[in-house]
C-alpha cells in the first residue's frame, strides 16, 4: 500500500449535524427541522448542488425558506451562515497524516464539499496532501464514479495501492469498484481510522 485517500467531513473535521443544531435552539422540532430539512434537504445533502458547486449558500437559504413557507426563516439562515463555528478539525487525524508522509506514502484528500468549507479550513491544510479532488471544484460527488476517476487520473494513483478512510459505506463501495481498498470508519472517530490502518498494515 502506498497511497492514503482521506475524506473531510466526519474524518479529519467533525460534523454531527444534530448536536450543531443544538447550539442554535433548544427546541427539538427546531432541531430536528434542521437535520432532515437543511443538512438533509435535496440540495445539500440530497443531490449536492452546494457541493457540486452549482448553488450558494445564499440560494440554498431562499429555496428552503420558500420550501418550508418561511416557518423557520431566521433560523435556517442563521444555522447556514454560522455553523462553520461548531465544526473542528480532528488534531490527531492531521498528526496520522504527518506521520503517514514522513514514512513515505502519498496521501491525498477526496472530498464532497463547497467553497466556503475550502476556504474556512481546507485550503490552510492542502500542503499536508500530495493531491485533492473537491466536488465543487470538479462539479463531481461521491459516490459518483466521476470524481473516483478525476482523482486516480490528475495523480497517475494506482488504485491497488490505494486505502480510502470514509465514514460512509456508499462511498466506500465505489471506491472498491476501482480496486481501492477500504472500509467505512464510524464517524469522527479516531481510534477507528487508527484500526482501519493498522488492518490494512500502514504506519508504524
Known sequence: ??????????VLM????KEIAKKFTSSEEEQDFIVNNVVNSPEWGGLGLI????????????????????????????????????????????EIIKDLKKQGYKVYLLSNTNEYSYEKVIKDIEYLFD???????IHMIKPYEGIYKYLID?????PEESLFIDDREDNIKTANLFGIKGRAVKPDDVE?????????????
Open 1 to 10: 500500500m502506498k497511497n492514503i485517500i482521506f475524506d473531510f467531513g466526519n
Open 14 to 17: 467533525t460534523f454531527n449535524a
Open 51 to 94: 457541493d457540486t458547486g452549482y448553488l450558494s449558500r445564499k440560494e440554498i437559504i431562499d429555496i428552503i425558506n420558500d420550501r418550508s413557507n418561511n416557518k423557520y426563516k431566521d433560523l435556517v439562515i442563521d444555522f447556514m451562515n454560522n455553523f462553520d463555528k461548531y465544526r473542528h478539525i480532528q488534531q490527531e487525524v492531521i
Open 131 to 137: 493531491g485533492v479532488a473537491l466536488s465543487y471544484q
Open 154 to 158: 490528475k495523480y497517475s494513483i494506482n
Open 192 to 204: 477507528d481510522i487508527k484500526l482501519v490502518l493498522k488492518e490494512y498494515e500502514i504506519g508504524d
